[in-house]
């Protein structure tokens, strides 16, 4: 199945990603997680819920950590480009027959929650509590320098369906891997902001969220984590990396948080504003499409990922291998 | 004058700053500076005209040189977003009573020549000649490793002017700097593409422009290059940094090309995607302003630039002066 | 007069420049400096003295803090090889009519003060109190991550007369800059412990301590001093910099301490071990001398320094003056 | 069996490790790779020999590498203080029954061959040909930007027994790997010239070359390199890294050249001049021992070494096993 044309004036304008609600089981550990060994800002907190910025974002938010029984993510958040967006978006998805409501959400304004067709959780707004500028604090900085959320990375059991319907909402293809045997899309990297993407989609049981990634100044930042984080006793949550992507050709590192919920710290993409960009394929087998430099990802990274509240997790329809690590 | 509410809807789509051409006085001396030196690729070139791209950019060309017998500025031009945009440009330049005319263009589909009301030439188009990938090719990397072009920075007479015209046409100001006495705006930094900039204005004789800015990896590629040139007998065209800019936060050097065209490196702004970003408002007497670490930049850097083709210079009407290095 | 031969066999057996105890007048305010600023960790504190130590150093101290009326320093101190080069540095000095006394030093072995001809307080030892290492205890690496003394430059009012005293205690020279007119020494670089040195001596009002200096990891580490100094009220403490040295071929910051002590930041000269390493030679109207890159150093950095305690200051024999920033 | 004291007085002064000769099975493809990918400087070259240079080096080779019919090491060779320390070399070498004969070694002056009791090669010389310095001759800079050979390490079949002689001879052990169970050495870093080590010892079949390491000035030259070879045909080359060593705290890359030598890239480890500093001891199943982040050297690393010319390989003693890559 080929990648389809880019659509280029979309039912309604999406911006970029904005946020991810994680479920935690213990608060206070994800806090340390998060706001002392990644360098998160904590904006607001109570018992129940922690907001967090990174430190160029000027919104309020870009992770909100809730105490849960258990691990899941609740939704992802997209941000619109106006109000008037936020409507289009709701006549639209009533069209295609995806549920549609309007919820409450602190510190946002009008808040649309839908379902993908896979059962993913999307919740839309386009006004958010703006804060302060705070990039220029450099006493705040720490961790491993978060500069703000870059992006989602989805288990599909039909990349080719999800790629789709996200590029009906104007989702642009810049790179994806197909199987050659099938044809068949296996993953896929969609933009809206203009970097490689604002959300991938990965072959796998889901949907299921596979990782939330934040983008950091340089590799060396990367490199300071690793060593904060194997001498602080989460030597255990690094999980793969740090390398050179051979898709997006960014420098990154695969780190789960205390829950498993994975994050990935990433630098060094591309710009991808041009309309007509070529999307890059690569294929199924190449081993420098995982890693530019051969090492192939673990198991567990193909396997794990985090249940999103309420989604039922099926089988992929596609059954290809890539290269995992002996 | 307050800066003007962004125009989300401007009458024609501008994706981004693409490219410029320089005249400059010995094409072979300008190819060592920007090719051997600096690292930008050669795509196309004979006698007369050298096309250069940076290494993650795909269009044909994102700076031409032009032999001829005076240094001087030919253009700016622009990427639009689709072949309709471009017709809309048209009439809305006509309906300003702007110049408009087609030109032709090598390795460019419809281009449209017009003037800015300051008399800058610019030119739009929305189909540049593609060609592969090289951001993967590591071994062209060398020099400063230039990935992309990222803004001008022009002259001009009237910034108050220049950002209501820019603003008319969707450019959204990020940073902008004020004089406290006048309420004028003393410069402004705009964009398109979701950078700080991609044009920005400086108080000064206008039109000029004062710098063309690539984007690069990381401060050390700006410290690799000023090792470089200054032991290889371009000492003498480092002209400011490097440094941290108060205004856009980004890490930067000012250099000057054989013909004094002055090229910035730049790396580390941040992301401007939201229709709701704060401009960032700084004082013109604010040392900070200029370079976070206090360094003020030196006389050249406010007096000289570079002439545009055919465009007419006269004296600013804001007569402040920033602070100046002694 | 030229460069002495390298005494290959000293009298005694100096290992490398080890600490300096600075006098300051507000020892919370130096505090603030030294250990939350740059990043040095405190050993042991009371009301009266701070010790501070580097993030790879396993001695005690490599810095003293000692509340005091007048900023001073008390003395630089220097590392002897074993308790037999101790007895025969007392036995040498007697020889050459110095000043020698053994003075009690808390944390360290016997130590024996002394003074060298031009009147510099100088402290000998050979054993310190070790402490278990740190340099993989990264939860503690912040401010500018110094990882040790690297080296000090004191103002000579007869620079040759030092190059000549400090060579017979074994100090070779790495890089010198001599005035071409009177054939004179104007500043010299003098290594032990196998970079480009431990001391240095630059000609003016002197015995003065010009600065102390400080290794740290990379060029980026120093942005991020920057950063963090000039964004906490440090703005005013930037003295010069950050650049790329002609000699030592180091990159550089320089910056004063509330009282007004000079550290330099200090990263990437060269090794030195080889005996017949020949010393470069450089001309004092170079003006890459001082930063490869061509950027003068402003007035301030060739006329203030600190004062040794007890010491008389006279003003240089040579009157040469290098390039100063206009 | 415990570390011993550091021999302080050793028979004759080792300056530092100097060079080492491999044998090359096609001399055009090795110059490929050590001079146009690593950036090493050829320094003279004729059929048969290419001499090579790190950029910071002012003797004349590091590093020769000849043609033959099969890869092998010739030797490793030291430089000594003085010519009276060749001839202390001799008499001691003669003493303790080991071979020894002068050797003519172009660009070197005396030169004294023998073989470690295990029968490893090694060359003692004072003098080589001295060459301008290159440091600052920024336009030669490329690859990985190599500054000067760092340390051997070798697979010796009784590391408690190597450590002892080494240490007879000077060298001084920093860290150390010990088999729990049989309280043997499974591996010792031993240096003379002030860095974590000149030479390193690690059980195995022996007397074999494990690697060769190269120093260069930060981790991100090592990306860069990684970038290089992964995409101009050397992606099987690549064997382990990069990482943070646990031991040396360096950061570290190994790759193996076209015909398996294997070279480290190395940088960052820590200043051990003090006679007085305190081995640091890892347990042979501590993780972070190899890799501060947890990750396993794979079996190769493990296994694979260079044959030294004439020396007999065999068993270990120690059939221990560290934590091996699955
Ligand atoms: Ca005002
Ligand atoms: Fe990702
Ligand atoms: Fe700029
Ligand atoms: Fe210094
Ligand atoms: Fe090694």
Redesign the interface.
């Known amino acids: 199945m080929p990648i389809p044309m880019p659509n ?1 004036y979309p039912p309604f304008n999406i ?2 990603l904005s946020h991810v609600e994680f479920i935690v089981t213990d608060l206070a550990r994800s806090r340390a997680f998060y706001a002392d060994t990644l360098g998160l800002q904590v904006v607001t907190e109570d018992a129940e819920r922690i907001y967090l910025r990174a430190m ?1 974002e ?2 309020h938010h870009c992770m909100i950590l809730r105490q849960g029984p258990k691990a899941e993510v609740s939704m992802l958040a997209l ?1 619109l ?2 109000e008037e967006d936020l409507d289009k978006a709701w006549d639209w998805l009533c069209e295609q027959g995806l549920p549609v409501e309007w919820v409450e959400r602190p510190h946002q304004g009008r808040t649309l929650r839908t379902r993908d067709p896979s059962g993913m959780p999307l919740e839309f707004y386009f ?1 958010m509590e ?1 804060l302060p ?1 705070i ?5 705040l ?2 961790g491993v320098r978060p ?2 959320i870059d992006h989602f990375n989805c288990f599909s059991t039909d990349v080719d369906a999800s790629v789709e319907f996200y590029n009906r909402i104007g989702f642009r293809v810049t790179e994806y891997t197909e199987d050659d045997e099938s044809g068949r899309l296996w993953a896929a990297w969609m933009h809206r ?2 970097g490689v993407h604002d959300i991938a989609f990965t072959n796998g049981r889901g949907p299921r969220l596979h990782h939330t990634a934040f983008w950091v ?4 930042n990367i ?2 984590l ?7 006793g989460y ?2 949550n ?1 999980e793969r990396g ?1 390398g ?1 992507h ?1 898709i997006s ?1 960014a ?1 990154f590192l695969y780190i789960l948080d205390p829950d498993g919920h994975r994050i990935e710290i990433y630098c ?1 993409d ?2 991808t ?6 999307p ?1 394929r690569w294929d199924l087998k190449d ?2 499409r995982q890693t ?3 090492a192939p990802a673990p198991r567990s990274w193909f396997e794990h990922g985090s249940i999103f509240a309420g989604a039922h997790v099926t089988e992929p329809l596609l059954k290809a291998q890539p290269i995992i690590a ?1």
Request: glycine share 6%; hydrophobic share 30%; charged share 25%.
């Open positions: 280029l911006v970029r160029e000027r919104g941000k480009y106006s006004q703006r500028p990039h220029q604090k450099y006493a900085y720490h500069l703000r902001k203009g100044p340089t590799p060396l490199i300071d690793l060593d904060l984080m194997s001498t602080t030597l255990a690094i740090p050179r051979g050709n420098f060094s591309y710009q504003v041009d309309p007509d960009l070529e890059i081993p420098q530019l430099w051969g002996p």
